[in-house]
């Protein structure tokens, strides 16, 4: 994930909203993801934007993207303690792979 | 359709030993990756299948480890004399190559090396 930075640790109160941020370098990404990990488990696709894209909502998330800062940030409205876990964003580039960054750790209190 | 499905979802063996891992992608899904994940870190890229053929293979990917895909379906992961840093978390995706290319994620492989 040297390519891809996320700040390591989020802690939110239950209800409150998060803001998880990312930065990557590479301009010609296509699509940039959010996956959720839970503790042992693998990765879950939470949401993408393509890269023509500013902006896209799906229920309690908001994906943002500034292409001209290459700043990817996830919000999710009205957290709850279920939403405990890891975030990985990733930008898939011409070759398909992804490139993950190093993961927020959410953790939600009561 | 039960998704990504990984066998062993442990391993532990010993420093030398040869162990292999098995990942049965979505039916249909004619791509198929491997990554791997160590403590603290996110996924790195391992290599991916797109039916049979093996496109793309990282440098983390030494000549202890070999892929295959024999079928186009599901695909093998080898570590042959294991060292202990191979010990992470195996994980294998699969998509479709039409549209949106959306990886989905197995539960993946734990891999411990003593």
């Known amino acids: 994930g040297e390519d891809v930075e996320q700040s390591l640790f989020l802690s939110v109160r239950e209800g409150d909203s998060s803001v998880i941020n990312c930065t990557y370098t590479?301009?010609?990404?296509?699509?940039l993801y959010w996956y959720k990990q839970e503790p042992g488990a693998g990765l879950q696709l939470l949401t993408y934007i393509f890269s023509n894209m500013d902006m896209k909502q799906d229920q309690r998330l908001t994906v943002l993207l500034n292409k001209k800062d290459k700043h990817l940030s996830l919000r999710i409205a009205d957290t709850q303690t279920g939403d405990s876990a890891i975030y990985f964003c990733a930008e898939s580039r011409n070759t398909d792979k992804l490139i993950f960054g190093t993961g927020t750790r959410l953790q939600v209190f009561p | 359709d039960t998704g990504v499905s990984q066998d062993p979802r442990h391993k532990i063996t010993k420093r030398g030993q040869n162990v292999t891992f098995r990942c049965d992608p979505i039916s249909e899904h004619n791509r198929l990756y491997w990554y791997r994940q160590t403590l603290g870190q996110g996924p790195e890229f391992l290599t991916y299948f797109q039916n049979e053929a093996q496109l793309e293979k990282s440098r983390l990917l030494s000549d202890r480890f070999s892929a295959e895909r024999p079928k186009g379906s599901f695909s093998t992961l080898e570590i042959q004399r294991t060292e202990q840093g191979d010990s992470a978390m195996y994980l294998c995706a699969s998509s479709d190559r039409v549209g949106l290319e959306t990886q989905y994620f197995g539960p993946g492989t734990r891999l411990l090396v003593l």
């Open positions: 590479d301009s010609s990404s296509t699509y």
